[in-house]
């Protein structure tokens, strides 16, 4: 007979598995982007965009963590907090961008009109975003890069000022996403930290008015990010007449990833009978596996640091307390890619032009 610790781990196990499993069928908006166009005129497609309206809040966003997509929004319309962070809102406006150049109803187009405006007038004079619009006074202030907000803001935008989709937006504002898509690209060189006199790579969130690191949440301190940096220079790279300073900041970043780099070691998570949930992670030496990159590093010496809720940064991730260990992304293969196929297909193609 199973020990009851050992039952208390199964059904734990299954809850796990079950919330797999419908994570699995709920899909995003921009899932429905790959239908054709046949589909928009349907019978789901209109249930669809009933639920994501549903969860448009007054300001014009979305909010985040949640589907807008699967199920009507039964709540206060004053509880809708809206955000560009952890993919809200700009895939509930490409959703509406497409079913509206198919059925052309007003509707989908006033909706749309309404979003776009709270992403233009969330934006800094300086260029960049905060997590949310108004930001308030907490951490959220800050310039957002973390899990790529303000990389997929200014993504959509230039989609708004360039591609054909977009045609039904009026010239005006238009012109306004394209100007604020080239501040938002002078924000990110600002804000590309310097060591010394060297320029080096991204924090996940940099200060709204001097553009200095910060912190965010007790365990997110000011550092450069091994992953969000990824996506900023990604961008960068996807610019099509890159300036000397673009190219300065992307050869910096990509200098810096490479310093980053941490070979001989893997994330594995192993069994542990004396672990709450039967399982922890832990750091072994692997020579022939890939490189990872931490999540933090330190500005001034470039070194891995992990940090637990308590705020204090320690070198070694079985240094924090089990929960913060297993409960955050703090290594990764995010430059992978970037690395060993993106940087030399762009190299080659800077060179010849």
């Given at each position: 007979m199973l020990s009851s610790q050992a039952m208390a781990r199964l059904f734990i196990l299954g809850i796990f598995l079950f919330y797999l499993t419908i994570r699995s069928v709920v899909a995003d908006p921009e899932d429905y982007l790959k239908k054709p166009d046949a589909w928009f005129v349907g019978e789901e497609a209109k249930q669809v965009a009933a639920n994501i309206l549903s969860f448009q809040s007054d300001l014009g966003g979305w909010p985040k963590n949640v589907s807008t997509t699967e199920h009507h929004y039964q709540g206060e319309r004053k509880d809708l907090k809206p955000t560009y962070d952890n993919g809200a809102t700009m895939g509930e406006l490409r959703f509406l961008a497409r079913i509206f150049k198919v059925t052309k109803d007003p509707l989908f187009k006033t909706a749309f009109d309404r979003g776009l405006g709270y992403v233009l007038e969330g934006q800094y004079a300086n260029g960049g975003w905060p997590q949310f619009h108004p930001p308030g006074k907490g951490y959220p202030r800050h310039i957002t890069f973390n899990d790529n907000a303000m990389v997929?803001?200014?993504?959509?935008l230039r989609e708004v000022a360039t591609e054909d989709i977009y045609m039904f937006v009026d010239e005006k504002r238009r012109r306004q996403a394209s100007n604020a898509f080239d501040k938002g690209i002078l924000c990110i060189l600002k804000c590309q930290i310097k060591a010394g006199e060297k320029l080096t790579a991204w924090c996940a969130q940099h200060d709204?008015?001097?553009?200095?690191?910060?912190?965010a949440r007790s365990y997110e301190l000011a550092t450069l990010s091994g992953s969000e940096s990824v996506g900023i220079t990604r961008l960068l790279m996807s610019l099509d007449e890159p300036s000397i300073e673009i190219v300065l900041?992307?050869?910096?970043?990509?200098?810096?990833?490479?310093?980053?780099?941490?070979?001989?070691?893997?994330?594995?998570t192993i069994e542990d009978d004396q672990a709450p949930q039967g399982r922890d992670r832990v750091v072994k030496k692997?020579?022939?596996?890939?490189?990872?990159?931490?999540r933090f590093y330190t500005i001034e010496t470039n070194q891995p640091i992990f940090v637990d809720r308590d705020g204090i940064p320690k070198p070694n991730l079985a240094d924090i307390g089990y929960e913060r260990r297993n409960g955050y992304a703090w290594y990764g293969t995010w430059p992978q890619r970037l690395l060993e196929i993106e940087y030399p297909k762009w190299k080659k193609r800077v060179a010849g032009r």
């Open positions: 997929r803001i200014l993504e959509f709204e008015i001097d553009y200095r690191p910060q912190s900041a992307i050869e910096s970043a990509i200098h810096w990833f490479e310093k980053a780099r941490l070979p001989g070691i893997r994330l594995v692997d020579e022939a596996g890939v490189s990872l990159w931490a």
